[in-house]
């Protein structure tokens, strides 16, 4: 199954079929679809279920993208504002998807939703708003994410939570980036390592875990602790403290982003423990923050800005009817710097 491109898409789903599924009427689901908060709660999930159910897409979408595009792209990034905000990946991305954008005749819109708990950002990008999208930073608990993929051409930033054959991202080696980043202090003698991981319910969270554990596995080695974490600094700090007062003794650091290794530095340094002589850490990301900070980090780089180019170039081959490729999985390299 392709995704189809501007002026191929339509639904055979009328508003009228809606309404009808829901038990409504029809300004009813009129109302849910442009996002007024004028309906009751059991109309409001009696129209999605419907909605969902019979995969519509509203009538002036497939008018839209039927007659004409709308020359927007929408970049959803399902983050609250602190994550997007603080985290110098998403400044890579984002330069990256508007160096090419800004190239196009195609307009960024940005579109930052946690949960999209009252489905606004969906019910807009459903209505035809943009003609496609980017979706960065998703997590398993993104349900909404699928009712976008179904209303228009998606390209998704990381291998998607629930990968199918018609979807479309760029990623990077994320577990062969673990695996580097392990190889590297199991090279430098360290033989207790532990590691802190990113959000579990990520893709690429999951893929660091597992080049991780892959290595040490081919090194016959155990790990010595486990600890999930955010990707941010103060989930990385957090977890270096849970580490210490477990009692677990440890030589070598896997930190999954260079934020969570800056976290743990403060904490380290509080317990009397020395980077790298008595712990050597390797981070995530090699983001300004791998420089920052003393010692400055060893770090895995993944090319964040060619990510967000390559990403857009795809989502604008789709726009353009072409046949871009379904996985495109970008290469990280190791930066040895001070701290392993």
């Not at 399902?78 to 984002?94: K, L, M, N, Q, S």
């Amino acid at each position: 199954m392709t995704i189809p491109a501007p002026g191929t898409l339509a639904s055979p789903v009328t508003i009228e079929e809606v309404a009808a599924a829901a038990g409504v009427s029809r300004s009813t689901v009129s109302r849910v679809v442009n996002g007024s908060t004028a309906v009751s709660p059991a109309a409001l999930a009696a129209v999605r279920r419907a909605i969902d159910e019979l995969n519509y897409v509203p009538n002036r979408a497939a008018r839209s993208l039927a007659s004409r595009a709308t020359m927007a792209i929408a970049l959803v990034v399902p983050e609250d504002t602190t994550r997007f905000f603080g985290d110098p990946f998403f400044a890579a991305i984002v330069s990256g998807i508007n160096t090419r954008v800004s190239k196009s005749d195609y307009v960024l819109n940005l579109i930052i939703a946690s949960d999209d708990p009252d489905d606004k950002a969906t019910a807009y990008l459903r209505s035809g708003a943009v003609d496609g999208a980017i979706i960065v930073s998703h997590h398993t608990s993104d349900a909404f994410i699928d009712r976008i993929a179904a209303a228009m051409p998606v390209v998704y930033g990381g291998r998607p939570v629930r990968e199918r054959e018609r979807d479309y991202y760029v990623d990077v080696d994320n577990v062969e980036g673990g695996r580097l980043a392990t190889q590297h202090l199991i090279d430098q003698g360290r033989t207790r390592l532990a590691t802190i991981t990113g959000p579990t319910t990520m893709p690429g969270g999951i893929d660091r875990l597992t080049g991780f554990l892959e290595a040490l596995d081919a090194a016959g080695l155990a790990p010595v602790a486990v600890e999930d974490g955010d990707f941010t600094a103060a989930a990385g700090a957090a977890a270096v403290r849970r580490i210490l007062e477990s009692g677990a003794e440890f030589d070598g650091l896997f930190a999954a982003s260079d934020l969570m290794a800056r976290g743990t530095l403060v904490e380290l340094a509080r317990a009397g423990l020395r980077v790298p002589e008595d712990v050597a850490i390797v981070g995530y990301d090699d983001s300004p923050v791998a420089t920052s900070v003393s010692p400055t980090l060893t770090t895995v780089r993944q090319p964040s800005l060619q990510q967000g180019e390559v990403m857009a170039d795809v989502l604008l081959t789709l726009l353009a009817g072409g046949f871009p490729p379904h996985e495109t999985l970008l290469d990280t390299q190791l930066v040895v710097r001070e701290s392993a």
